[in-house]
Structures are given as C-alpha cells and as structure tokens.
C-alpha cells in the first residue's frame, strides 16, 4: 500500500530564506506528482504538477522535482515571504490510476 | 470561470440521519473525488469516479456512499452508518494530464 511522507512536518523561518520541503513515497511508480497549499478552513491550491514524463517543473519562486528512482520529491521556495505561510501537501499518483495519495503536510510559518 | 462548487460550506447532523454534500464542477473533468480531512492530518480519499455511472471505493468508504449520474455532479452522502463523521469534506476533478482541483470544501458537525 502507497503511503506518502513529508518531512519536516512543521518549520518556522524568517523572511527571506530558502526553504526544502520533502515528499517521499513507499512504493517509487509515480505516475503524476501534485504540490498543493492549504491556507486555515480553505480548499488546497495547486502549485506545481509533475506529470510522467517530466522530473520537475518550476514556477516564479517555486521549483519541484521527482526523483522516480527512489520515490522522493522536493518543493524548493526561494526567498521566503509571510505570505508563504500555510500548509504544504504533496500528493502521487501510481501508474494506470487517478488514485492520488497524500501525505500529511509540512505546517509552514514564515516570520516578518 | 471554471471551478469546483461544495455545498453547504457547514452542515450539521443528527444522530441517525443522512445526510448529502453536494460537488458540482464545470471544468468538463472526467474524474471526480471526494476526500476526509481530520484536523492536523493529511487527506484520505473516501470515493472517486473516473467516468459517468461508476466510482470505486477509496481507503475509507464504508459508512459513506455516491452517485455519478453526471459528468458534472458527484454527491457524498454520509449515512448513519458512519459513527465519526465530523471532519472537513473536499471535492475535486481532474483529467489525466490535468493538476487537480479542489473545491472550498463541507465543515460536517455531530449536533
């Protein structure tokens, strides 16, 4: 059975850093990979999707990447604003399904 | 503009009642899911539909059952058989090579 972890769970930063957050999969057939941002009470937002072919993508001061042969994946944010601040969760899909499995979310809190 | 819609944003339940989350989407999406999300926990998917007419169970179904008659609609209800219902609900469609979109998501309360 897929689980998915993500690592840190919570991180507090100051404005301005450079920040690695961590996805990794027990079973590494991931076939599409999705980072989302959950605000408080809200939806999730998605930011970057991976899809088969593809090992990362970016976009503005957001990059993912997908290392299939060890099932890991990382969402790198460059120059952290407080406006970052909310909850991050990766999610995978195995190969032939629409399954998505998540992990459970790195709590972010950047500090003015 | 394309999206998700979840009704109601809160709803509240009776002991021995069902009741239903309505999803809707507009984004001409084959697959639908509905996912349970408990405070400080990732979610779980509960039912998903790839196409009209048939869905298959998610990790967490039992106590929960769906209906796909329309591409457009994929409704949750949530019977009396599940005994801890309270959490927040999330809908969401996607296509194969699409990125998955959420809707606002049901608060669901015990009263």
């Known amino acids: 059975k897929q689980e998915v972890t993500q690592i840190p ?6 404005e301005g ?3 690695v957050l961590n996805c990794s999969f027990t079973d590494s057939a991931i076939y599409n990979l999705q980072w989302f941002r959950q605000d408080p009470g809200k939806g999730l937002t998605s ?7 593809q090992r990362e993508q970016t976009s503005g001061r957001l990059n993912a990447s997908l290392d299939k042969s060890s099932g890991r994946s990382t969402l790198y944010i460059a120059a952290s604003q407080p406006g970052d601040s909310a909850t991050y969760l990766c999610a995978g899909a195995t190969s032939g ?8 979310g ?4 950047v500090l003015a | 503009d394309g999206g998700i819609t979840q009704s109601p944003k809160y709803l509240f339940r009776k002991e021995g009642q069902n009741v239903t989350l ?7 999406h084959d697959a639908m899911y509905w996912y349970r999300q408990d405070p400080g926990q ?9 196409i009209v007419n048939d869905f298959q169970k998610g990790d967490i179904a039992e106590g ?6 329309k591409k457009e609609s994929f409704p949750l209800t949530v019977t009396s058989a599940q005994k801890n219902p309270t959490a927040f609900y999330l809908c969401a469609s996607t296509d194969s090579r699409q990125p998955q979109h959420f809707g606002d998501g049901t608060r669901l309360s015990i009263l």
């Open chain 1, 47 to 53: 930011l970057l999707l991976i899809q088969s072919s």
């Open chain 2, 42 to 50: 990732g979610l779980r998917l509960i039912y998903y539909s790839q």
């Open chain 1, 9 to 14: 769970a919570a991180l507090s930063v100051p």
């Open chain 1, 17 to 19: 850093e450079n920040l």
């Open chain 1, 97 to 104: 399904t629409y399954k998505y499995i998540f992990g459970t």
């Open chain 1, 106 to 109: 790195t709590r972010l809190k």
């Open chain 2, 64 to 69: 929960y059952s769906v209906s796909r008659e």
């Open chain 2, 22 to 28: 309505s999803c809707e989407q507009n984004l001409n």
